[in-house]
């Protein structure tokens, strides 16, 4: 979908309605003005939801236009700098020496529809869910990333959009996706955010439309040992927020519609089958050992990491 194609979709994330496109930035009926970066990505991003650095900086390389450098051979190093906090504990010790990039396959049936991306990064589950046959749109509040998310992509044969935009204020309309889907991405905002988001996504889901959402549970063993070390505290910033698998379900079938919690991995966050050549022989380990037991069906309970399925009630 280019830029062009993705406007019908967006709306101002003050909620102030749609948005007209005019050289280098979009406005809204109110007189919202925001840039577009490199002529392709929207960032529609506000002030009053400047709350972490992330976005800070995103407004201020808004307002300044950092020259951002990088070779053109290779792997990006927006991802090789970042790929053990996007993908996971797993990845430390493929840092500087990534061969490849490790795109997941996607727990979802080929389609054509419109998916939406929360969290995108670098932009793997938005290539995974091209090369799948969607129309797939990816947010995040690092305009770095996006831009690393747009090399990456086209490097890889395929073109998603990319919004600068937060969870917490979908710049879309209402009813303007069939699946909406983010990995690790939720899990790290307080629980009162997490189900303002549920909202957002219901909001912007199709009726009858998907979600799929991973989520860290707190009876998972890593799990417990990370709530161990902070004495069980709820966590701040952008710490890993743990819920229950009761939880999870009440509060998806509550904020999206009726929901099943299942299994994505177990003995940590970010476990990927397709990666296993990347990763280290103790982490090839723990894949298969992960793997076995999410096939077998069993010990849900004591999965580190859930993905909860929710369709939208009509």
Known sequence: MALKTLLPFLECPHRCGPLSWSAAKLECGRGHIFPIADGVTPILLTEDLADSRTIRETLSWAKHRTAEVHSEQGIH????????????????????????????????????????????????????????????????????????????????????????ADARRLPFAAQSFDVVFSYSVIQHFSKDDARSILREISRVLRPGGKSLIQMANKFGPVSFVHQARRQFGEGSSFDVRYWSPSELQRTFDQHIGPSIVGVDGFFGLGIQPTDIDIVSPLGRLVIKSSEFLRKTGRFKQFADSLYITSVKSS
């Open 77 to 164: 190093p927006h991802v090789q700098k970042s790929i053990a906090e996007t993908n996971g504990r797993l990845y430390l010790g493929a840092i500087d020496r990534l061969s490849r990039y490790p795109i997941p396959q996607l727990r979802l049936p080929e389609s054509n529809g419109h998916l939406l991306d929360i969290g995108c990064n670098w932009g793997r589950w938005c290539v995974a869910a091209e090369m799948k046959g969607y129309k797939a749109v990816g947010i995040d509040p690092n305009i770095h990333a996006l831009r690393a998310a747009r090399a990456v992509s086209a490097e890889l044969g395929v073109f998603p959009n990319f919004v600068c």
